[in-house]
């Protein structure tokens, strides 16, 4: 059968989960549903072996770099739509096959679903900061942050070619304005965030950089900016405990202290789980 959407999913030493990804994805695909293709950019693992094994076509490169593997995967693609994926998010085949649908909408040119975050791996006060922090972003994340997005043909034009930017999800949330881009509540994806406050702090500076950096690209990441205010609110609501919210405040101060010390050229998109 032809592919209804190719998979691109860039991929820095992923052996250990690239496995589980790649099962969900196409666990209950007809065969040649999904046309996937994983990049192993500057691998010094068994990512690449890891990904054959499961049937997908791999692309080896020694450049580092998540903009570069998309780029390479991109060119690789056999079809629209096409589905971004990181090697570290587990997207079911049904979900796949919701945002395809999704983007037959008219007037939809990108799409991304509902991300689920998987707790199991973090610590305590990791766990409660990543509690408030997705409530605060969620009502306007849609493209950046699901570790997924989707673009049919039109609204590859308008996104691509990738440049090498921190955020390629940010980038590509930009690139649309509010109604040509949508969440898919039919399609989830779990996403692992970072397991530590340390490790949480590393990924928000990258974040604050790569918005700075995209503003400066002429494509800022416009949303609603996160009001103390809210955060109350959550409490009073009994959303959220006062001790998350005490974390979450904490760690936000931290954050933005020492995003101001942190200049782009130092920043680096690698992996976020450690």
């Avoid at 079911?92 to 649908?101: K, P």
């Avoid at 942050?145 to 039109?154: D, H, K």
Wanted: glycine share 10%; net charge positive.
């Amino acid at each position: 059968m032809d592919p209804i959407a190719s998979v691109v999913i860039p991929a820095h030493n992923e052996e250990t989960v690239i496995g589980a990804g790649l099962a969900a994805l196409l666990g209950a695909a007809a065969p040649g549903e999904l046309d996937v293709v994983v990049v192993a950019n500057a691998c010094a693992d068994g990512t690449a072996e890891a990904a054959r094994a499961a049937g997908v076509r791999v692309i080896e490169t020694p450049v580092g770099g998540k903009a570069n593997a998309l780029r390479l995967g991109d060119a690789a693609c056999r079809t629209f739509p096409r589905i971004y994926l990181d090697a570290d998010v587990e997207l079911t085949t049904g979900s796949a096959r919701a945002l395809v649908a999704a983007l037959a909408r008219p007037g939809v040119l990108a799409c991304a679903p509902v991300p689920v975050l998987d707790l199991g791996g973090a610590g305590w006060a990791a766990r409660r900061v990543h509690r408030v922090h997705d409530l605060m972003v969620g009502p306007t994340r849609v493209l950046a942050g699901a570790g997924v997005y989707a673009l049919g043909e039109q609204g590859h034009v308008r996104a691509f070619p990738l440049p090498d930017v921190l955020s390629d999800d940010g980038w590509v949330h930009a690139s649309f304005a509010g109604g040509e881009r949508v969440p898919v509540p039919e399609a989830t994806s779990v996403v692992r965030p970072a397991p530590t406050v340390a490790a949480y702090l590393r990924r928000r500076i990258r974040v604050r950089l790569g918005n700075r950096q995209l503003a400066a690209l002429g494509r800022p990441v416009t949303r609603a900016g996160l009001r103390l205010s809210a955060v109350g609110e959550l409490v009073r609501r009994g959303r959220v405990s006062p001790l998350d919210a005490l974390c979450y405040l904490t760690v936000l101060v931290l954050d933005r202290a020492l995003t101001a010390f942190r200049r782009p050229a130092r920043a680096s998109w690698g992996t976020t789980r450690k």
